[in-house]
């Protein structure tokens, strides 16, 4: 899509900037962009956060490679997705490079513990390189909140 191409020419673009490790975000950054994902649920409701989030790069839930996702707690499927909007009603079937079901993985270890960390192997959207992605999970009521960094 159109809008892909712009994302994908945009983090190109964005890839050429040295900014060295600010160039990515870390695992506290990524936590503190979940907790501000559902605070923001909390006080506007499922649907404003949604909408906020699939606003892509206009949105506010977005930082250097660190974005927001939300998927439904009970069938693993994206509701927002700030970086790959192909990703929206798909879910619970997606798979890692390893075949790990990392989707469902992440709506069990919130459902079970609330929160936590998550593992899998991606591919970097720039580069496609294989790296590990490491993505923090909170529950917010019926929904998943979600923000990944690479290792």
């Not at 060295?20 to 649907?47: K, L, T, Y």
């Not at 270890?109 to 929160?115: L, S």
């Not at 593992?119 to 959207?125: I, L």
Request: hydrophobic share 40%.
């Amino acid at each position: 899509s159109a809008l892909h191409e712009r994302a994908v020419a945009l983090m190109k673009s964005v890839a050429v900037f040295d900014l060295g490790e600010r160039e990515h975000g870390n695992a506290d950054e990524a936590v503190a962009m979940v907790r501000a994902g559902g605070a923001f649920c909390q006080a506007r409701g499922r649907d404003a956060l949604i909408a906020e989030i699939n606003k892509l790069a206009q949105g506010r839930f977005i930082d250097r490679d660190l974005y927001l996702m939300v998927i439904r707690a009970d069938d693993s499927v994206f509701l927002a997705h700030g970086n790959n909007p192909r990703t929206l009603g798909m879910g619970p079937n997606s798979r890692d490079l390893d075949g790990k079901r990392f989707v469902q993985e992440m709506t069990e270890t919130a459902r079970r513990k609330g929160e936590g960390w998550i593992e899998y192997k991606w591919a970097h959207p720039v580069t496609n390189e294989v790296l590990t992605k490491a993505t923090f999970v909170q529950r917010v009521g019926d929904i998943v909140v979600a923000c990944g960094i690479y290792r």
